[in-house]
């Protein structure tokens, strides 16, 4: 109760009364806590052009009004994808930063322009979000986004802020005033 965790030992799932998974120790916030540091639930992942994949992101509660989430993302077949993300709560609104990149070890894997990134090393993307209330009656805000080529999101499966389903293959960024 002090710490608000929950902590398991000698953990099995069962599956029609087979035990299927078994953890000797693990451990979870409390379901009273909204947030608290540590690593979340793990990201698999396998593609032909990626290879077998693992990410494991790490939440890192600041203060309570700012956090920041990192996700190192192996691939056996492109190396180490960095994922960071900056989130922070203000008085009249909130905004957030990401940041992904990688430098692949097979450039060869994708297919070249004007159908894919061809064999680009260092390919990333960096993206900020943000809102702001000024008076009860005007909002500010921005969507931005800048990419290494138009691929990168969808080659490695990176969930954005602001580019959305079809538009995949296209970013637009704007700064509002409403």
Do not use: C
Request: glycine share 10%; hydrophobic share 40%.
């Amino acid at each position: 109760n002090v710490e608000q965790m929950v902590y398991y030992e000698d953990a099995s799932l069962e599956l029609l009364g087979f035990p299927v998974f078994w953890l000797p120790y693990a451990s979870a916030p409390d379901p009273t806590l909204k947030r608290k540091t540590g690593v979340l639930a793990p990201h698999y992942i396998y593609n032909s052009n990626l290879g077998f994949g693992v990410g494991i992101p790490i939440f890192v509660a600041l203060a309570p009004n700012y956090d920041i989430t990192a996700m190192p993302m192996f691939f056996s077949r492109q190396g180490l994808l960095g994922d960071v993300e900056w989130r922070h709560r203000l008085d009249n609104g909130s905004y957030s930063i990401r940041i992904d990149g990688i430098s692949q070890m097979d450039k060869g894997a994708f297919a070249l322009p004007p159908f894919g990134a061809g064999d680009q090393r260092l390919r990333g993307s960096i993206e900020s979000k943000g809102l702001f209330s000024l008076t009860d009656k005007w909002k500010f805000g921005w969507n931005v986004i800048a990419l290494s080529d138009r691929y990168f999101l969808q080659d490695y499966h990176v969930r954005s802020q602001t580019v959305r389903g079809s538009q995949l293959g296209e970013a637009t960024s704007s700064v509002f005033l409403t």
